[in-house]
């Protein structure tokens, strides 16, 4: 399936981002941890994986990073402008390590313009401990087996909080699970979309 760079203007910086998928069809939104980038998910093939499963894929370099600008616009609005300019609605947001930092502070404001969250091994939990609750949408939490960065109490700590949670832990991988086992990490993603997008 074609992959296409793209780029759109959030605040006054640039944005750049990769898509897959029918524009029709329900969107994923994949952020990045610090080591990575929007192309970290074309080349384990969760961009094609997304879209031969019926699903719109965009994986979005975050502000600094890949081909994104350093941002001008506060980290908690960031990411509801992004998706009012990308033109999508009610999105699964993944959201690996520190773009916790952007996507948590968003959803914490109530949100209820994304249809869930996998958090995979996300920054901003134990910082937001007292106020995760407010978070309104199904959650995933995605940890590796191995993750000396972020310890797997702080999934235990998201789930707990929330209405509709769940903890997965794949074995043997590290910090960026989706990286050591993209074939688990797959699995888990499609089954999570497949129940939030049903429902």
């Known amino acids: 399936m074609p992959v296409i760079s793209n780029s759109i203007r959030v605040g006054h910086s640039n944005v750049h981002y990769l898509e897959s998928g029918a524009h029709a069809t329900s969107a994923v939104v994949l952020f990045h941890g610090a080591s990575f980038q929007a192309e970290t998910w074309r080349q384990i093939g969760t961009l094609d994986v997304l879209a031969r499963s019926g699903y719109h894929g965009i994986a979005v370099d975050l502000p ?114 989706y990286m050591n086992d993209p074939g688990a990490f797959h699995v888990e993603l499609l089954r999570f979309l497949q129940r939030v997008f049903q429902a």
């Not at 609005?77 to 990308?86: A, D, I, P």
């Not at 948590?104 to 995979?120: F, M, N, Q, T």
């Open 64 to 177: 600094g990073y890949g081909e994104s600008a350093a941002v001008d616009v506060e980290p908690k609005k960031w990411v509801g402008q992004l998706l009012t300019e990308l033109q999508i609605e009610r999105p699964v947001l993944v959201a690996p390590s520190i773009s916790g930092r952007v996507v948590i502070p968003w959803l914490l404001g109530g949100s209820d313009a994304a249809s869930g969250l996998v958090a995979v091994a996300c920054a901003a939990i134990k910082e937001n401990a007292r106020r995760l609750k407010k978070i309104c949408v199904p959650v995933l939490a995605v940890w590796g087996e191995n993750d000396t960065v972020v310890p797997q109490q702080q999934a235990d700590r998201l789930v707990a909080a929330v209405a509709d949670g769940e903890k997965v832990i794949i074995r043997g991988a590290g910090h960026a699970p």
